[in-house]
């Protein structure tokens, strides 16, 4: 991003969120000015403000772009603005598209990211030039870091063949620490972070996730472990669950004939996880549908929230 003394972002993130700390800690590793605030860009103070301070870049995560669509951000007068991130998951080809067309005409930059906590937070970036032309990567690797495909530890060098995306770079964490002795290990990842995304590389070299290895998906920046919420749903209630979903939606599958046993795991869900999912239900005379060794058949539960 070529940041710089001259640069003044504004707080859009939390700063313990990994994201919002890279954008405070990128920028005063330059000498320049951050613009702290707690309003939120769904707010025309905020927008005010960032004219006010003459603030040049915003960061958000997916949900920020879905809610700057809906108060028609396009509109907003920014003389300063020079660029503005995206990361935190994976931003939609239609929201990519947009705010790639309103950076377009406002000749400013539109950067789409991708990382994990693990490795502070950026792994990849689309350079701005290219974005057009490859919508849905999650672009190359960020300068100082190498990326790649592997298979059961050997590197898959094929274009569009699926392994899980390997990061290396100097911004890999050490490890985790589970307690407190912990803390006095040494590097036990050699720099080197298995991501657990499934995903591959084009002929041009840029890089694009297809799902994750392990059940987990993210909305509003936050990993949601799918295993979880269908432990708690059958934990707390006594009946069979599935869990599924996408990077901007939760799916829950439940056998049930009581009416009011859907309104109170609505409400749990909801009470848990604040977040917006769909829900169906499939009665008694029905099944979950399973494969052949008798596990859930995901492909076929999903395949009903599309009915």
């Known amino acids: 991003m070529h940041i710089d003394s001259n640069e003044r972002p504004i707080t859009t993130l939390p700063l313990n969120y990994s994201y919002g ?20 860009v ?30 028609s951000f396009d509109n907003i007068e920014l003389p300063t603005l020079k660029y503005f991130t995206q990361a935190g998951g994976k931003l939609s080809e239609e ?10 005409e406002k000749q400013v930059k539109f950067f789409v990211m991708y990382g994990q906590t693990e490795a ?24 100082g870091g190498e990326l790649k495909i592997m298979n059961d530890e050997v590197e898959i060098t094929n274009p ?22 912990d803390l006095s290990k040494g590097d036990e990842l050699n720099g080197i972070l298995y991501t657990g995304d499934l995903g591959y590389k084009d002929e041009d070299g840029f890089f694009y996730v297809t799902g994750r290895m392990k059940r987990f998906i993210k909305i509003f920046g936050l990993r949601i472990n799918l295993d979880e919420v269908q432990k708690m749903v ?12 996408k990077d901007d939606l939760l799916k829950v599958l439940v ?19 604040k977040l917006n999912f769909k829900f169906i239900v499939v009665k008694s005379t029905n099944q979950i549908p399973t494969n052949s060794s008798g596990k859930y058949d995901y492909t076929k539960i999903n395949e009903m929230f599309e009915n």
């Open 160 to 181: 569009n063949e699926v392994g899980e995306i390997v990061y290396k770079g100097d911004n890999v964490m050490l490890g985790y620490a589970e307690m407190r002795e």
């Open 21 to 40: 700390l890279s954008v405070v800690n990128s920028h005063l590793l330059k000498g320049a000015t951050v613009v702290l605030t707690d309003k939120t």
């Open 95 to 104: 929201f990519i598209r947009h705010f790639n067309q309103y950076a377009l």
């Open 120 to 143: 502070t937070a950026r792994i990849t970036y689309v350079p701005t030039e290219r974005l057009s032309d490859k919508i849905g990567s999650i672009g190359i690797s960020i300068p």
């Open 255 to 273: 056998h049930s004939d009581d009416k009011l046993a859907e309104v109170n795991i609505k409400n749990e869900i909801l009470k848990m996880y």
């Open 234 to 245: 059958e934990n707390h209630f006594g009946i069979s669950a599935a869990c599924t979903g």
């Open 42 to 71: 769904f707010f025309r103070d905020f927008w005010d403000l960032f004219n006010y301070q003459k603030c040049t870049s915003f960061a958000g995560v997916p949900y920020t772009y879905t809610m700057l669509k809906r108060i």
